[in-house]
């Protein structure tokens, strides 16, 4: 079983400032390693999917790098309505998500 | 446009049943493999079952493995999950999803709004 790990718990920062986001997976997923925004009270969202394609309609300020073990999910300049919990997800595995505080 | 429903969730008390349903609209329903997965209160997402979309072959989580049984009615657009025996430890909010990707690597384009299971 791969487990994803995600760093850091909490990241606290300002609209505009960049944002990145980590997950590690315990054994290689080659480039198959999938990012999801969840909002207050709503159902998880796909932003990218193999590691680094963005989903329909995904802004240009979200990018998604890495393969094997180590991947990255940027925003590039933070806007308000990007506050939220963002998870990796390999499988059926999840990582325990990232918040992004304002 | 595409969307799931779920519905079906409820209060129920430690050993019972509940069985939770979720209808699609807007995509050809029978062409797609769908999940359940689940999220209890300040927890991260965890996937609970697939159904595949070939052959109608499932798999489950361990923590749900002879407890819960997934299944599809392709003709009402409708993924069902029966939960039975269930536990404290169930109590989440179920999503229902839709595949997309490949067997080896898949992912979850399409979400419903979750229905919420209280033991």
């Known amino acids: 079983e791969v487990v994803l790990t995600q760093a850091p718990a909490t990241l606290s920062l300002s609209p505009g400032e960049r944002a990145t986001f980590f997950c590690r997976a315990s054994?290689?997923?080659?480039?198959?390693l999938t990012w999801y925004q969840q909002k207050l009270g709503q159902a998880p969202s796909l932003l990218i999917y193999?590691?680094?394609k963005r989903a329909p309609g995904i802004p240009v300020r979200f990018s998604g790098s890495g393969s094997g073990t180590d991947f990255t999910l940027t925003i590039s300049s933070l806007q308000p309505e990007d506050f939220a919990v963002y998870y990796c997800q390999q499988r059926d595995n999840f990582g325990q998500g990232t918040r992004l505080d304002i | 446009q595409a969307q799931l429903v779920e519905s079906g969730g409820g209060v129920v008390q430690p050993g019972g049943s509940l069985r939770l349903s979720c209808a699609a609209s807007g995509f050809t329903f029978s062409d797609y493999s769908m999940h359940w997965v689940r999220q209890g209160p300040g927890k991260r997402l965890e996937w609970v079952a697939v159904?595949?979309?070939?052959?109608?072959?499932?798999d489950y989580s361990d923590s749900v493995k002879g407890r819960f049984t997934i299944s599809r009615d392709n003709s009402r657009s409708t993924v069902y999950l029966q939960m039975n025996r269930l536990g404290v430890e169930d109590t989440a909010l179920y999503y229902c999803a839709r595949h997309s990707g490949s067997y080896s690597n898949w992912y979850l384009q399409l979400w419903g709004r979750g229905t919420l299971v209280s033991v």
């Open positions: 193999d590691a680094s």
């Open positions: 159904i595949w979309s070939f052959g109608s072959r499932t």
């Open positions: 054994q290689s997923v080659g480039p198959s």
